[in-house]
């Protein structure tokens, strides 16, 4: 059986490079050989063990490829085709999904509803650290690249660009709101781009790593907050005359940063989570208003299928954003471990990895 090189979680703490199979094609999947992908903090959470998958797993959820191969029953599409795939692969046939959640399009069990059920890769099957992904349901999931867009250009779309702009979508943001987004990340900058788009006038970004500030403004922050020199919350309220943000936009998870969030929304303002928590968090009751500020808590997984990856390359092609810049290191698949040391430990100003095979 023909083999692959692939990131493969062995326990937390420890992905490796290894050999494995390159993957079966059933009659609606098909195989893409990977030509670029990346690491995001998800992995880091699964590399610490803060979310458990199974061991043995490819890790990874981002792929740009080429088709390989394509299932019996798969049409409309053609192998030697770039294409990409979002992080989140619905099947359309769930409950979830046919409620129109199809970031949840996960089985139901005679326990209740399995949460997070449409990211798969990386969690429930294989991922895209590896040569080559099976892409389940392909019609629904694979998403052709225009011509004259490279790979870097489309990589954020999978999650990253996805997932920050779904931050400004959930919390509803109306021509001249003011926003402000905490923390400056990956997620966090397209959440600050996602934001002018959507016709927000005024855009506040918390952070204080100085490169993560400088991108903030060039993906349209009017101003920066260096959370090391200046209380956030009170710096945010003098810039909005004590009167709050219409959406705050919580892209770290951390149990500061989302009740710094809150206690910045005006009245009936709406609190967009995108972090990912790995330990309980607790709403302060006066920061709450006692739940009777007529707040809006809204929390979202990453929006994944072809329709969503052709709008957000449509985005790309327009030349209304440039994610290249967020990429700012480049490794090859064999150097993926040296990869994960270098993203989960945060050095040299890393924001984003590409990984080619």
């Given at each position: 059986?023909?083999?692959?090189?692939?990131?493969?979680?062995?326990?937390?703490?420890?992905i490796v490079l290894d050999e494995k199979p390159i993957p079966e094609v059933g009659p609606l999947d098909a195989l893409v050989?990977?030509?670029?992908?990346?690491?995001?903090?998800?992995?880091?959470?699964?590399?610490?063990?803060?979310?458990?998958?199974?061991?043995?797993?490819?890790?990874?959820?981002?792929?740009?490829?080429?088709?390989?191969?394509?299932?019996?029953?798969?049409?409309?599409?053609?192998?030697?085709?770039?294409?990409?795939?979002?992080?989140?692969?619905?099947?359309?046939?769930?409950?979830?999904?046919?409620?129109?959640?199809?970031?949840?399009?996960?089985?139901?069990?005679?326990?209740?509803?399995?949460?997070?059920?449409?990211?798969?890769?990386?969690?429930?099957?294989d991922g895209s650290q590896a040569e080559y992904l099976l892409v389940p349901d392909a019609m629904a999931n694979l998403a052709?690249?225009?011509?004259?867009?490279?790979?870097?250009?489309?990589?954020?779309?999978?999650?990253?660009?996805?997932?920050?702009?779904?931050?400004?979508?959930?919390?509803?943001?109306?021509?001249?709101?003011?926003?402000?987004?905490?923390?400056?990340?990956?997620?966090?900058?397209?959440?600050?781009?996602?934001?002018?788009?959507?016709?927000?006038?005024?855009?506040?970004?918390?952070?204080?790593?100085?490169?993560?500030?400088?991108?903030?403004r060039r993906m349209g922050a009017d101003h920066v907050i260096d959370f090391n020199a200046h209380d956030p919350v009170a710096?945010?309220?003098?810039?909005?005359?004590?009167?709050?943000?219409?959406?705050?936009?919580?892209?770290?998870?951390?149990?500061?940063?989302?009740?710094?969030?809150?206690?910045?929304?005006?009245?009936?303002?709406?609190?967009?989570?995108?972090?990912?928590?790995?330990?309980?968090?607790?709403?302060?009751?006066?920061?709450?208003?006692?739940?009777?500020?007529?707040?809006?808590?809204?929390?979202?997984?990453?929006?994944?299928?072809?329709?969503?990856?052709?709008?957000?390359?449509?985005?790309?092609?327009?030349?209304?954003?440039?994610?290249?810049?967020?990429?700012?290191?480049?490794?090859?698949?064999?150097?993926?471990?040296?990869?994960?040391?270098?993203?989960?430990?945060?050095?040299?100003?890393?924001?984003?990895?590409?990984?080619?095979?």
């Amino acid at each position: 059986m023909a083999k692959m090189k692939a990131a493969i979680f062995v326990e937390p703490g420890r992905i490796v490079l290894d050999e494995k199979p390159i993957p079966e094609v059933g009659p609606l999947d098909a195989l893409v050989r990977i030509t670029t992908t990346t690491i995001c903090g998800t992995d880091v959470h699964i590399l610490k063990g803060e979310y458990t998958v199974e061991k043995g797993l490819t890790i990874g959820h981002e792929p740009v490829g080429i088709i390989e191969k394509l299932g019996s029953a798969v049409q409309g599409l053609a192998e030697g085709q770039r294409v990409v795939a979002g992080a989140i692969c619905t099947s359309g046939h769930s409950h979830a999904a046919l409620c129109g959640c199809h970031a949840q399009d996960g089985p139901g069990t005679p326990h209740g509803w399995k949460p997070l059920g449409g990211w798969k890769f990386g969690n429930t099957i294989d991922g895209s650290q590896a040569e080559y992904l099976l892409v389940p349901d392909a019609m629904a999931n694979l998403a052709l690249v225009p011509e004259g867009l490279t790979d870097e250009q489309v990589l954020m779309c999978p999650d990253i660009m996805s997932t920050g702009f779904s931050g400004a979508e959930s919390g509803k943001i109306q021509i001249g709101d003011t926003v402000v987004v905490f923390a400056q990340g990956p997620i966090g900058l397209c959440a600050t781009a996602g934001a002018r788009m959507m016709g927000a006038t005024t855009i506040i970004a918390v952070d204080s790593v100085p490169a993560r500030m400088e991108m903030a403004r060039r993906m349209g922050a009017d101003h920066v907050i260096d959370f090391n020199a200046h209380d956030p919350v009170a710096e945010i309220m003098r810039l909005t005359k004590g009167r709050g943000v219409d959406v705050a936009i919580e892209a770290l998870g951390r149990q500061s940063t989302f009740e710094g969030a809150l206690r910045v929304l005006r009245p009936g303002g709406t609190l967009s989570s995108l972090g990912v928590y790995s330990e309980d968090l607790k709403i302060p009751l006066d920061a709450f208003l006692a739940g009777l500020g007529d707040h809006t808590i809204r929390t979202t997984l990453c929006p994944g299928g072809k329709e969503r990856m052709r709008r957000l390359m449509d985005v790309i092609a327009s030349g209304r954003i440039d994610t290249r810049p967020l990429v700012t290191h480049r490794f090859s698949l064999d150097q993926i471990e040296a990869a994960y040391d270098l993203f989960a430990n945060q050095r040299d100003g890393v924001l984003k990895i590409a990984i080619t095979p």
